[in-house]
């Protein structure tokens, strides 16, 4: 009688259980057809990169992200409920409130505030706002307009925007789906290299085509389909180890170091500006990097890449950068150029792609170990631009003071000396060793 009463207890709470789970699922199926309902319908493809994501799977509902407070200057009243159509990090921080944060104080963040550089200029003034704003912002970052009379009440000249620093109506910085692109949201996504390609390629930033030139992405290529990219933790060395992606080395996690959404805190150099300089703090940062480096390179690796890469960047600023920019700030100063606006002459633009395009990409190149890069497409460019149209134009507009900078810089500096040897005497030179001893200080100056 007791095993009776015992098993008729427990089919009435399998039963009563199953009605609880089952008014749950149906109470979740009513509350999302608010949404989906519609969206099944009209945006069919939305609805399943949703319903198949980890926040799908999750119960996360439309509403979830998208509703909006009263008041929200881009909230408005859609089928009784009041929304808003642009998720910002402030509202993703509800639930990921540390990556929101690391991400809203990264370097990303502020890749919007280009639209007060001389890039943003360049662009509005040589090419025109159509091409500024499907250019330039959709990458970068807009400031996402609000229009009253629009629908969902974004500008449709700042909107769509997904730009990784765009500047949203609520005062966050940043786009999530920049990297976890809408609905899917998908990690997997964001640790793929081609996902960073969108904004990292071209003349100025070609760091996806550097890496794809590099024996890391030679072996992404080749092994993507094992690294596991799926997985919750994914841990060089632990989960994967076949090679490393942008997220490896920029954000992701090793045995000693947590993922970071800051993508600034394993990078020593800043090898943007004209001149390269070390970044604040820049030891930790690069002895972060190095955590990365070594889980799959030796220590001594890992240091002699760092030596060559130093000297690199030293050749640069030193040989190229410095005396072009000493050159071109005193021409400017001087009021030789007769001109108001910037690029309206020869000069700017020379100097503008000698550190802005051929500068930049034999720093980077020298960076993720691409070869090509860091001469033929850099160095190479460098020279050519700097001793055959940089200077010639800098001796046509300046004056004696600035001829007189050139001349001095050509017949004592021994890296430019060059110019005027016998090409037999360079050869010599090279072979002997001389020639290098010219270049030691590159090495020196920064590597220790």
Request: proline share 4%; glycine share 6%; hydrophobic share 30%.
């Amino acid at each position: 009688m007791k095993a009776i009463n015992f098993v008729y207890f427990v089919l009435c709470t399998i039963f009563i259980c199953s009605r609880i789970c089952y008014s749950k699922a149906q109470l979740k199926e009513n509350d999302d057809d608010r949404c989906t309902s519609c969206h099944r319908k009209e945006n069919l493809g939305l609805y399943e990169q949703w319903k198949n994501s980890r926040h799908g799977g999750a119960g996360v509902l439309c509403l979830e992200c998208h509703g909006a407070d009263i008041g929200d200057v881009d909230g408005f009243e859609h089928e009784g409920e009041f929304i808003a159509t642009l998720v910002t990090p402030k509202d993703c921080a509800a639930c990921h409130q540390e990556e929101a944060e690391e991400t809203m104080n990264s370097y990303h963040a502020h890749a919007g505030e280009i639209l007060e550089s001389a890039d943003a200029f360049l662009a509005h003034v040589a090419g025109g706002q159509p091409a500024a704003i499907a250019g330039c912002e959709n990458c970068h970052g807009n400031k996402v307009k609000i229009d009253a009379d629009s629908p969902n009440k974004l500008a449709r000249t700042s909107w769509p925007n997904s730009g990784i620093g765009r500047l949203n109506p609520d005062g966050s910085k940043g786009s999530c789906n920049a990297c976890h692109s809408r609905h899917s949201f998908s990690r997997e996504l964001a640790r793929r290299p081609e996902n960073c390609g969108k904004c990292h390629l071209g003349p100025d930033h070609p760091q996806k085509e550097i890496y794809e030139e590099s024996k890391h992405g030679i072996a992404y290529r080749m092994f993507k389909e094992e690294m596991n990219m799926e997985r919750d933790d994914w841990i060089l060395g632990r989960d994967y180890y076949q090679a490393p992606t942008c997220a490896t080395c920029h954000m992701s996690g090793t045995t000693k170091q947590k993922v970071s959404h800051d993508v600034g805190v394993r990078i020593s150099w800043t090898l943007r500006p004209p001149i390269s300089e070390f970044k604040d703090n820049w030891q930790t940062k690069r002895d972060n990097m190095k955590d990365v480096c070594q889980s799959c390179h030796q220590k001594r690796f890992v240091n002699g890449h760092y030596y060559q890469y130093d000297a690199l960047v030293f050749l640069y600023n030193e040989k190229f950068a410095k005396p072009a920019t000493d050159i071109y700030k005193m021409i400017q100063t001087k009021g030789l150029l007769k001109r108001k606006p910037s690029f309206s002459n020869e000069l700017d633009w020379q100097y503008w792609e000698l550190w802005h395009h051929e500068g930049r990409r034999a720093r980077m190149g020298a960076s993720m170990m691409a070869p090509d890069y860091t001469w033929w497409h850099g160095i190479y460019d460098v020279a050519h631009n700097f001793y055959f149209k940089f200077l010639p134009k800098a001796i046509e507009v300046g004056d004696n003071e600035v001829k007189s900078y050139i001349e001095t810089l050509l017949a004592e500096d021994p890296m430019h000396t060059w110019l005027s040897k016998d090409t037999n005497e360079l050869k010599e030179a090279i072979r002997s060793g001389k020639l290098q001893e010219v270049y030691k200080k590159c090495f020196d100056a920064v590597s220790k």
